[in-house]
């Protein structure tokens, strides 16, 4: 077992602080970076160069299934909700459509070592068609061998059974993740997510019977009608089930963007000091428990492999989160969903209608992306290594010849200097290193090397840093 040690410091009023929006940079440059002028020829050029480097590597593979069958208030994915079985029928046609054309711009079959199916909820499909879309990905791709894969899957215990459960690894998947949010009866009405403790422990130990090498849970702090009080209980069951992974999540309330959100009633929201001490909560009661704080919003046991990882400077990131296999070229498939490929990434079109069109044209449906160029690369490196590891070594980084770091990131250095009177990192000649009190405040720590937001800020959907 690995050694517990401490992993963060929760100080109230730093945070309070320090508290703005900010990405959460899942990429960089962030997805708002994209643009329309990066298409299908462009990704192209990607996977060539990426070749051409002799890196024909394993893949991960991201496949967004986005209907769900009832509306989640909170929700800000992009989800369709709907009854109607014909329109996954109809999806899962299209999604055939896109392997065809990603094989073919990948020049072959390749293997894949990672599998995430996310949404929506990808349990909407059925047996028959799930089996059917993993037929057709193992057409297109060769999958790693279990022990040596990891497969996961999102999956809402309200729409699934045990045996359900039981199916989804014979499918082939290893890991899952289960939404909870909260299990207060009063926070689950007013977000119209109604769903039992026993409902979902029942598919939590499922999960385990059945073999899943990991077992995830997602809890959301800030919505309506929750408080301290409220949400102990919440957190007293989780640490109860004992799963590997635990997303404390802070909810963002934007619905000036999202529309299901306006159907919340703003005076029922906690106040920011409310939410500030249920943080405080999740973090004193997930670390007494045992659990790492790995970064951002997510805690994992000792024995996990994102802890593993991360204790031997292994952890990488991706839009996925948190990953030990981040570094491999992502492909994406399905509306909206974004590809990283060597230098570059790409998002799919946000749409049905567009997706199915670009589709029916022969045509890779992106929409949208980015060419990464060498300060991209370099910067993407940074705050990689600062939100994974919390320690940036400069003779790590591919530095221009005769260029040192405190020379190249002068300005940053600079920016980071209220950061370090504050305690929350330590700068040197070497490469900067965080301290325990900076780790839940790191996004503010990599938003000093973001080119893009200090020399073409930009309004953005950015949520608050904590």
Same mark, same amino acid.
Request: proline fraction near 5%; glycine fraction near 8%.
């Given at each position: 077992m690995i050694p517990l040690i401490p992993s963060v410091e929760f100080d109230a009023a730093l945070v309070r602080k320090m508290n703005q929006m900010g990405p959460r940079y899942t990429s960089y440059p962030t997805a708002d970076r994209f643009h329309s002028d990066f298409g299908a020829e462009d990704y192209r050029a990607a996977v060539a160069r990426l070749d051409a480097l002799g890196e024909r590597m394993p893949l991960s593979l991201y496949v967004h299934i986005p209907f769900c069958e009832s509306l989640c208030y909170y929700c800000g994915c992009n989800k369709i909700i709907t009854q109607d079985k014909t329109k996954s029928a109809e999806y899962l046609g299209y999604l055939e459509r896109e392997m065809v054309l990603q094989a073919a711009a990948l020049d072959g079959r390749r293997k894949v070592d990672q599998l995430h199916f996310g949404g929506g909820t990808p349990t909407y499909l059925s047996d028959a068609q799930m089996d059917g879309l993993l037929g057709q990905l193992r057409a297109y791709f060769d999958f790693a061998p279990d022990e040596e894969g990891e497969f996961s899957i999102e999956v809402d215990p309200r729409t699934v059974t045990p045996e359900r459960i039981a199916t989804l690894r014979r499918q082939g998947f290893n890991r899952i993740s289960l939404g909870i949010q909260d299990f207060d009866p009063a926070v689950q009405q007013a977000v119209n997510r109604i769903q039992s403790h026993r409902q979902t422990m029942d598919v939590l130990q499922a999960a385990r019977a059945t073999g899943f090498r990991s077992i995830s849970v997602d809890l959301i702090y800030g919505l309506p009608l929750q408080s301290v009080a409220s949400f102990g209980p919440t957190l007293d069951k989780v640490i109860a089930a004992r799963p590997d992974r635990v997303a404390v999540y802070n909810y963002a309330h934007m619905p000036q963007l999202f529309k299901a959100q306006r159907l919340i009633k703003a005076e029922q929201l906690p106040d920011p000091e409310i939410k500030l001490a249920m943080l405080g909560l999740c973090i004193e009661r997930l670390t007494a428990a045992g659990y790492v704080y790995i970064g951002m919003d997510h805690f994992a046991l000792p024995e996990d492999d994102l802890a593993r990882s991360q204790s031997v400077g292994k952890l990488q990131r991706n839009f996925q989160g948190y990953s030990t296999h981040a570094d491999a070229p992502m492909v994406a498939l399905g509306?909206?969903?974004?590809?990283?490929?060597g230098a570059s990434y790409s998002q799919n079109e946000k749409t049905l209608s567009a997706y199915y069109q670009r589709l029916d044209a022969g045509e890779l449906p992106i929409a949208r992306g980015i060419a990464l160029n060498d300060d991209d690369l370099l910067r993407r490196?940074?705050?990689?290594?600062?939100?994974?590891?919390?320690?940036?070594?400069? %003779? @790590?980084? $591919? !530095?221009?010849? &005769?260029?040192? /770091?405190?020379?190249?990131?002068?300005?940053?250095?600079?920016?980071?200097?209220?950061?370090? %009177? @504050?305690? $929350? !990192?330590?700068? &040197?000649?070497? /490469?900067?290193?965080?301290?325990?009190?900076?780790?839940?405040?790191?996004?503010?720590i990599c938003m000093a090397f973001d080119r893009y937001l200090h020399e073409r800020p930009q309004a953005a959907r950015y949520s608050r840093t904590i």
């Amino acid at each position: 077992m690995i050694p517990l040690i401490p992993s963060v410091e929760f100080d109230a009023a730093l945070v309070r602080k320090m508290n703005q929006m900010g990405p959460r940079y899942t990429s960089y440059p962030t997805a708002d970076r994209f643009h329309s002028d990066f298409g299908a020829e462009d990704y192209r050029a990607a996977v060539a160069r990426l070749d051409a480097l002799g890196e024909r590597m394993p893949l991960s593979l991201y496949v967004h299934i986005p209907f769900c069958e009832s509306l989640c208030y909170y929700c800000g994915c992009n989800k369709i909700i709907t009854q109607d079985k014909t329109k996954s029928a109809e999806y899962l046609g299209y999604l055939e459509r896109e392997m065809v054309l990603q094989a073919a711009a990948l020049d072959g079959r390749r293997k894949v070592d990672q599998l995430h199916f996310g949404g929506g909820t990808p349990t909407y499909l059925s047996d028959a068609q799930m089996d059917g879309l993993l037929g057709q990905l193992r057409a297109y791709f060769d999958f790693a061998p279990d022990e040596e894969g990891e497969f996961s899957i999102e999956v809402d215990p309200r729409t699934v059974t045990p045996e359900r459960i039981a199916t989804l690894r014979r499918q082939g998947f290893n890991r899952i993740s289960l939404g909870i949010q909260d299990f207060d009866p009063a926070v689950q009405q007013a977000v119209n997510r109604i769903q039992s403790h026993r409902q979902t422990m029942d598919v939590l130990q499922a999960a385990r019977a059945t073999g899943f090498r990991s077992i995830s849970v997602d809890l959301i702090y800030g919505l309506p009608l929750q408080s301290v009080a409220s949400f102990g209980p919440t957190l007293d069951k989780v640490i109860a089930a004992r799963p590997d992974r635990v997303a404390v999540y802070n909810y963002a309330h934007m619905p000036q963007l999202f529309k299901a959100q306006r159907l919340i009633k703003a005076e029922q929201l906690p106040d920011p000091e409310i939410k500030l001490a249920m943080l405080g909560l999740c973090i004193e009661r997930l670390t007494a428990a045992g659990y790492v704080y790995i970064g951002m919003d997510h805690f994992a046991l000792p024995e996990d492999d994102l802890a593993r990882s991360q204790s031997v400077g292994k952890l990488q990131r991706n839009f996925q989160g948190y990953s030990t296999h981040a570094d491999a070229p992502m492909v994406a498939l399905g509306v909206s969903a974004i590809s990283a490929v060597g230098a570059s990434y790409s998002q799919n079109e946000k749409t049905l209608s567009a997706y199915y069109q670009r589709l029916d044209a022969g045509e890779l449906p992106i929409a949208r992306g980015i060419a990464l160029n060498d300060d991209d690369l370099l910067r993407r490196t940074v705050i990689g290594r600062l939100m994974c590891n919390f320690i940036l070594d400069y %003779d @790590d980084l $591919l !530095l221009p010849d &005769g260029v040192t /770091g405190p020379q190249y990131f002068a300005a940053e250095l600079e920016r980071l200097q209220v950061l370090e %009177d @504050d305690g $929350l !990192l330590c700068k &040197g000649s070497r /490469g900067v290193r965080v301290r325990m009190r900076g780790r839940l405040l790191i996004r503010n720590i990599c938003m000093a090397f973001d080119r893009y937001l200090h020399e073409r800020p930009q309004a953005a959907r950015y949520s608050r840093t904590i």
